[in-house]
């Protein structure tokens, strides 16, 4: 059961992110084209039907509908993007006083108490080669 709630969320995962970056359009676009083809080339030869498909001079209803999709939510990033710039700075004053009174205070080290004479393991020596 792990297992499978760990796939699922690695799809949904990849998902979210084609969505995020783009690629439901890709996706879209590549069924379109595919359609394309087929249909194309039940009634010419698969040369000339790819060549009418990839040409941009024949789209069909979903290419088009899928220029559509995208050049509106190009607009739609662009007016997001241009609302949310700040052009003025508003800066606030900040001000530090010294203090009246100063001391300072000692460091008192809590763990010295507990710390032995010597180390628990001694460093390694230079072993020397005759």
């Known amino acids: 059961m792990h297992r499978v709630c760990i796939t699922i ?5 990849i998902a979210a992110m084609m969505t995020a970056f783009g690629g439901h359009w890709i996706v879209l676009q590549s069924v379109a084209w595919t359609t394309m083809i087929i249909d194309n080339a ?3 030869h698969l040369g000339e039907a790819l060549t009418d498909t990839f040409d941009g001079k024949h789209p069909c209803p ?4 899928i ?4 050049e509106s ?3 739609q990033d662009i007016q997001v993007v241009v609302s949310k710039m700040n052009l003025f700075l508003h800066a606030s004053s900040v001000a530090l006083f010294q203090p009246l009174h100063f001391w300072q ?4 080290d809590v763990f010295a108490g507990d710390r ?4 628990l393991l001694q460093p390694p020596r230079v072993s020397q080669v005759s």
């Open 42 to 44: 039940k009634s010419e």
């Open 105 to 108: 205070q000692k460091s008192h």
């Open 73 to 75: 939510e190009k607009k």
């Open 116 to 119: 032995p004479l010597q180390p």
């Open 9 to 13: 969320g690695r799809w949904m995962l």
């Open 62 to 65: 979903l290419c088009k509908s």
């Open 67 to 70: 220029e559509k999709g995208r």
